[in-house]
């Protein structure tokens, strides 16, 4: 898929509608069967799930995430959408933190049991524009999202990471071994620079000639706002990957939406699920 | 046990269907949503998300919220408004072999017979199912359900407008759901829908607000089912018009009971989004069970309840 089609596909949802069979061709959708190949503790509360997923692992793009019904939750009857952390021919992989019965009852979950996903879901990240330095911002479990992008990157560039604490920083090492410089900032000090990573983004940005920069984020919202501020401020891209509460993960529900700025409206709906999860800076009608 | 395949085909009020399974308005959006994962021309009907006249942008958001076997929504009936409808999503539906229930709603009465007007013509059009008891639009909306004059005059609006297979869906909410069932049918409606979800609320017990932005919602999901029965066993012994019952389903076995206790066709709902596999294995459930009980047709299973 080149980054013409993820744009006009991404900005034109009634395009895509009216033309079902392209937009077939770009995101085959399944819904597969998956085994747990792999369940291992990261650190904290984070987790890493590796899933069998032949039907679904080579289709996902950077930025893509996979709707997961949680076993053993009879009570529920919604989904959990997480973004894909790593995927290939075989499987998909999630990194996830354990923050309510959803992800609780995914945890205890074991190698060798089934679970159900369906997926790709959303458009994920454009590809990377040629000629500018790729930078990737990451708060908390929205490290996740990144780790595809940069893995099929040539160019090396910086990856800025933000948390509470020590253990609130993921991937940092694996950023390393791609040969990416990392940047690390915890509200307590723990590691890095003490402070919000937006401080650190700031002062990388300042001691720099050019902003050729083209960004890239995934993390709690008002680190995304606050980046997206700063694109628009300092005149560069930011590709924020949104994360919004979710019930049909496919764009039937219209449940996730979000104010996408409108010309002529001011401002209308956008599905994060369908039309989303990744909004350039400039589009998204922030909340006063 | 016959070797012979049941008749699976059902008519409802004209609407001819191959099977008796739909899915329930607002669960299954226009169509190309779920066409990568569903095919769609398994289906005995489609019920698209609810349309008005104009465009609408529905409710702030949050606009749904998990429960224990449920889910409260107040999305507000966003949509793209009868013209943009047949423009986004005629051309795509019109590739199916998928009768297409168009589920509509107005703020006012004459709202109602603006918006069948000016879809009834169109050719992608088979049916209209009449929304006269969504829980969350503020005007109009569960109004006309719940009063039997307002419900009459916004049947009779419509009626007017259109020939093809008018469905009112009833709301659950009612004191006695005969009333409007035969309202329903003295107004010259070919078949009615029940049920919309339950007027229902979830309060956060740490910020003490409503979990949704509209304050309160309708109740979907397993947790209906048993009301849904009980409303479509009462509805269905009261009217000779068929009954589409919905509320709740998420397996055969579920839809099964809907038909003995009265339903003619069945919407599955919630169920879309737990397993968006859901609708087919209901109609190849309801199949695999009228064989094993020796039912040649499904019309012969509607209504046994003893």
Known sequence: ?288 | MSDIKPDMSVNIGGLQMKNPVTVASGTFGYGPEYAELVDLNRLGAITVKGICAEPHTGNQTPRTFETRCGMLNAIGLPGPGAKGFIESYGEFLAQYDLPVIVNVWGKRVEEYGRVVEMLSDEPIVSAFEVNVSCPNVKEGGSLYGTDTKSFASVIETVRAKTAKPLIPKLAPNVSDITLFAKTAEDCGADAISIMNSYPAMAINIETRKPELANRSGGLSGPAIKPIAIKLVWEAARAVSIPVIGMGGISCAEDAIEFIIAGASAVAVGTANFTDPSTVIRVIDGIEAYLIRHDIPSIGDLCGTVL
């Not at chain 1, 190698?111 to 590809?127: A, H, R, V, Y």
């Not at chain 1, 300042?206 to 706002?225: K, V």
């Open chain 1, 1 to 288: 898929m080149t980054g013409t089609e993820t744009k006009s596909c991404f900005f034109q949802f009634f395009l895509c509608v009216k033309c079902p069979f392209v937009f077939r061709g770009i995101q085959p959708l399944k819904q597969e069967q998956t085994r747990i190949l792999e369940h291992r503790h990261e650190q904290a509360d984070y987790w890493v799930m590796q899933l069998s997923a032949p039907g679904i692992g080579p289709e996902v793009r950077p930025g893509q995430f996979i709707g997961l019904q949680a076993p053993r939750l009879d009570n529920a009857v919604l989904r959990r959408p997480f973004s894909v952390y790593r995927a290939d021919n075989e499987s998909v992989s999630i990194l996830y933190k354990v923050v309510g019965k959803g992800t609780a009852a995914i945890n205890r979950l074991l190698p060798g049991e089934t679970i159900d996903i369906i997926g790709p879901l959303g458009n994920g990240f454009p590809e990377a524009t040629p000629g500018l330095t790729p930078v990737r911002i990451g708060g908390g479990y929205g490290a996740a999202a990144l780790q595809l992008q940069a893995r099929t990157l040539q160019k090396k560039g910086t990856v800025f990471f933000g948390g509470r604490t020590a253990s609130d920083i993921l991937c940092a090492d694996e950023f390393k071994a791609l040969g990416w410089t990392v940047e690390i900032a915890t509200e307590d000090g723990s590691v890095g620079s003490r402070g919000l990573v937006t401080d650190t983004f700031d002062r990388w940005l300042d001691e720099r000639s050019d902003t050729d920069i083209e960004l890239f984020a995934c993390g709690p919202e008002g680190m995304l706002r606050a980046f997206g501020d700063r694109a628009v401020d300092r005149d560069f891209k930011a590709w924020l990957s949104m994360d919004r509460h979710m019930a049909c993960g496919v764009g039937a529900c219209l449940t996730c939406v979000i104010k996408k700025n409108d010309p002529e409206k001011g401002w209308q709906w956008a599905r994060c699920c369908k039309d989303g999860p990744v909004f350039e800076s400039r589009e998204i009608a922030w909340d006063e």
